[in-house]
């Protein structure tokens, strides 16, 4: 069961992902409240089957009402995000791009800049995390455990605030996950979609391996070069 450190998430797309994650959260005894693209009854129904005891309503109800916000749109559409309502929030951004689907974008390709630093500059009032991107749906449907379960999987989370990181970790152990710093923000891009950590089914001790050797991969050696990160 979830503590006190945090009551109540807020998810910010009601898609399958959005929805997974609601049913973890109402597992982990956490109060949930999800909005989608569509009206708040809408998206009801579909909650009580999948996500039983999560609260559909509006985003800017959900953003401000709630701890700890959950990002789980398009991340072309992260300029829809009520930015007001999630002021002084934080936030954890899990939303990919997608360039096979959502075109070639400047501000996400770019290698001098990982993706949720472009979304921490439009919500630059609240606290933004990196966190559940790069597990599959099927892991995030699949693989959650009790904490010490020798099948656990791992989820890395890139903040710039040790407490953040720290409230982050706190709800990524509560979804049934090992949850592993892997630095700043920036850091972020280490496992964003095609780095070796995404979509890695891993444990703690082998996305701690992976993280550590990004620098050695071939991304890692763009973005080296492109941030003229010396020894690397």
Known sequence: ???????TVGILGAGRVGTVLARL?????L???????????????GLATEAPGAIATTAGEAASRADI????????KFRMLPAEALKGKLVIDTMN????????????????????ETVRAFLKDSRVVKSLN????????????PKGDPERRALAIAGDDPADVAQASFLVNALGFDPISAGPLANGIMFEPGTDVFGADASAPELREMLNRFWSSQRGLVVARVRDIPDH
Do not use: C, K
Not at 25 to 29: H, I, Q
Not at 31 to 40: D, Y
Not at 134 to 145: G, V
């Open 1 to 7: 069961m979830a503590s006190q450190l945090i009551g």
């Open 25 to 29: 959260a109402r597992d982990a005894g």
């Open 31 to 45: 109060e949930v409240l999800i909005a989608g693209s569509a009206a708040p009854e809408s998206i009801a129904t």
């Open 69 to 76: 916000v959950i990002l789980a749109i398009p991340l072309p």
């Open 97 to 116: 791009y997608w360039w096979e689907l959502d075109g070639l974008r400047p501000e996400f390709a770019d290698p001098l800049t990982s993706t949720s």
């Open 134 to 145: 790069h597990a599959s749906l099927w892991e995030l449907e699949n693989l959650a455990r």
